[in-house]
């Protein structure tokens, strides 16, 4: 089936198996390996993309299924200048990453929580825990994962005191990415 994906801002057109999944699209055919694929089951989350603004595991997608959308991916997050994010540097500071293999899954997912906590409020300790029961973690525990949203947050509130700034930033940036025209 011919369709079209707006991947990381970019269109990109081809021809899709009606059992083709997503992340294999994604890493196989357009070459995105910073999307994972752990259990291939739904259950890891290390394949965590955006679809249409929403965190989804692309191992239970199909392609054909997600024609038209717009998917942002780990690669579709960095900042113009390939730096890190204010929550993946978090991250990587609290220790959150270990290993890596579930990081972007996990960024993916934090992406949208950022995103919906609709107070402007940074998000509680049992907010986080929550959001990520569908990433899972053999390195960390999730503490310094939990740590890293902390930390990005406090550090937003103290260089610009009455927002949320880096969390914005990380929203501004995923939100960018699914806009920009290729």
Same mark, same amino acid.
């Given at each position: ?7 990381? *801002?970019?269109?990109? @057109?081809?021809? !899709? @198996? ?5 992340? @294999? ?8 390996? #910073? ?17 249409? /603004?929403? %965190?989804?595991? %692309? ?6 299924? !997600? !024609? ?11 900042? +113009? ?14 220790? *959150? ?6 990081? +972007? #899954?996990?960024?993916? !997912? ?12 940074? +998000?509680?300790? +049992? ?20 740590? /890293? ?5 406090? %550090? ?21 990415? %699914?806009?920009?025209? *290729?």
């Amino acid at each position: 089936m011919d369709l079209t994906l707006n991947v990381n *801002g970019r269109p990109r @057109e081809f021809t !899709a @198996e009606p059992n083709e999944l997503l992340v @294999e699209r994604l890493r196989d055919g357009l070459g995105l390996t #910073g999307t994972k694929v752990g259990c291939d089951t739904g259950q890891c989350g290390s394949c965590v993309v955006r679809l249409d /603004g929403r %965190s989804a595991k %692309s191992c239970l997608v199909l392609t054909v299924a !997600a !024609a038209g959308s717009e998917v942002t991916t780990i690669e579709g997050v960095a900042t +113009p200048g390939g730096e890190l994010t204010g929550l993946q540097e978090a991250l990587r500071q609290e220790h *959150g990453t270990q290993c890596g293999f579930c990081t +972007p #899954g996990m960024v993916m !997912a934090l992406g949208e929580l950022v995103e919906n906590t609709a107070d402007g409020d940074a +998000p509680t300790e +049992p907010e986080i825990r929550e959001w990520l029961t569908g990433n899972l973690c053999r390195c960390t525990g999730y503490h310094g994962v939990v740590r /890293g949203v902390q930390r990005a947050c406090a %550090s937003a509130r103290a260089a610009a005191p009455g927002t949320d700034a880096v969390c914005d930033a990380m929203a501004d940036a995923v939100t960018a990415a %699914s806009g920009q025209e *290729g």
